[in-house]
């Protein structure tokens, strides 16, 4: 069994072009593709290291395969797929949720039609899933350094982005619609509701940013709104005298508005809506916070607490006991 990023690419695209090989009407089509998919994303995550793939266990007996050092007597155990895709959006921005819903449906589809007497793939049609399947493809070759053509072939690959480029216009329209209604409720407000509307949201956005959000524009009513995002990457940090600043990289995922209520899930909705990109989360720490240091004004008093403390310990491991009993 290897973990390693290589082989794992190279039998995705094996089980790809045996996916290709059939008619796109039949469930062997979409039984190949949901296989071919999993190996994708576990390639993805042993671009990062291949012992992310091995099952915990106390004893470290799967992780040391992953690290050619395990016993030929202990076979090797993988994390489950939906670890996998787990994994893959706490470490890939590009990955996005609504990846993360197509390629979760796939497994569940895949696991149905190879444990069940059901025919899960012949119910379910390419129109509710191709577009999405080729999509989250995209994401993982992003992540991978490759593109659809190195991966399904030329042809294949000039289907899939017009595709993909369909539902992203489809996702585009969409949230065209909800900010243009929005926008529209918004302003047959009366004046002095949609003041107070404002001041309330500018409000609410301080207290959100304050928690870690980012401030925004709202696209329908152009008050101050917040996004949330998924922090990723390695955490910067910088230092001085006064202060240690860590700063890491987010990736949008979820906008609302407080005064006219427009609500946008899922990276494709905000990138249409354009407050999509990703920030940048910065956290200001003094020194002893940062590196846990004691303030000489709090040292008498933390000295003390370490001596209380030391004696109710004491007193609970050697109690009193009462002679005349």
Not at 213 to 234: D, E, L, M, W, Y
Not at 255 to 283: K, M, N, P, V, W
Request: with cysteine; aromatic share 10%.
């Amino acid at each position: 069994m290897s973990w390693e990023c290589d082989p794992l690419w190279a039998k995705s695209k094996l089980f790809f072009e045996r996916a290709l090989a059939e008619s796109r009407e039949e469930p062997i089509f979409g039984l190949w593709c949901s296989l071919g998919l999993e190996l994708l994303a576990r390639s993805a995550i042993s671009s990062i290291s291949p012992t992310l793939l091995a099952e915990p266990d106390n004893e470290h007996k799967y992780l040391l395969h992953a690290l050619n050092l395990g016993s030929d007597r202990i076979p090797r155990k993988s994390i489950s797929s939906i670890q996998v895709l787990f994994l893959c959006k706490t470490l890939f921005p590009q990955f996005t949720e609504d990846d993360y819903t197509c390629a979760k449906a796939m497994i569940n589809r895949r696991n149905e039609e190879l444990h069940t007497g059901s025919a899960s793939f012949e119910e379910y049609k390419t129109t509710t899933w191709l577009a999405a399947f080729y999509k989250c493809c995209k994401s993982f070759c992003d992540v991978l350094g490759e593109n659809l053509v190195s991966l399904f072939g030329e042809e294949e690959a000039k289907i899939a982005e017009e595709m993909i480029a369909v539902n992203r216009n489809d996702v585009r329209q969409r949230v065209a619609s909800l900010v243009a209604a929005h926008k529209k409720v918004f302003e047959r407000k009366g004046q002095s509701e949609q003041d107070n509307l404002r001041e309330k949201a500018e409000k609410r956005g301080n207290e959100q940013a304050a928690k870690r959000h980012h401030r925004v524009i709202c696209p329908a009513c152009g008050c101050v709104s917040t996004v949330q995002g998924n922090a990723f990457g390695k955490e910067i940090v910088t230092s001085d005298k006064e202060k240690v600043v860590v700063r890491q990289a987010v990736a949008p995922i979820l906008f609302e508005c407080q005064a006219c209520g427009l609500r946008l899930t899922g990276y494709a909705e905000l990138e249409a809506a354009s407050i999509g990109g990703q920030y940048t989360r910065r956290t200001t720490y003094t020194p002893s916070e940062f590196y846990g240091l004691i303030d000489e004004a709090d040292l008498d008093d933390y000295v003390q607490n370490g001596i209380d403390e030391y004696v109710r310990n004491e007193a609970d491991r050697y109690p009193e006991y009462d002679n005349e009993q």
